[in-house]
């Protein structure tokens, strides 16, 4: 059985991780990063920060990074995280709503079906 991220091409998969790099960015206190957003492993700062997972994540897949570079494995773990990301931006009462066309569930709806989820 083929990989379905291997089926998407690679413009897709961009446009794929922007929403929720949009949505970090957008949600991040980055007032007092001394690294402005760029994680560093080496400092404590950055080690025991509470952002600590998106900017690693935002790191991993900023805009200049080549998504044709990465393995399936790689961009499937990367879009899993972006799928806990925004499913848990939203409230328990958004979650129970069958049909939705949000920004986040029209989002959600095209991850999962790029890693051959349902829900």
């Not at 080549?66 to 931006?89: C, G, S, T």
Request: aromatic residues 6%; neutral net charge.
């Amino acid at each position: 059985m083929t990989d379905p991220i291997l089926a998407v091409d690679t413009a897709t998969l961009a446009d794929l991780l922007a929403y929720p790099r949009r949505k970090m960015r957008d949600n991040m206190d980055v007032r007092f990063c001394p690294h402005a957003t760029f994680y560093n492993p080496v400092d404590d700062r950055c080690i025991y920060c509470h952002q600590d997972m998106e900017c690693k994540w935002l790191n991993h897949n900023d805009e200049l990074v080549a998504i044709e570079r990465k393995n399936p494995d790689d961009i499937r773990r990367e879009l899993v995280k972006a799928v806990d990301y925004v499913e848990a931006q939203l409230t328990a009462a958004h979650l129970n709503r069958r049909a939705c066309n949000c920004d986040n569930c029209v989002w959600l709806n095209k991850a999962r079906q790029v890693l051959g989820l349902s829900r």
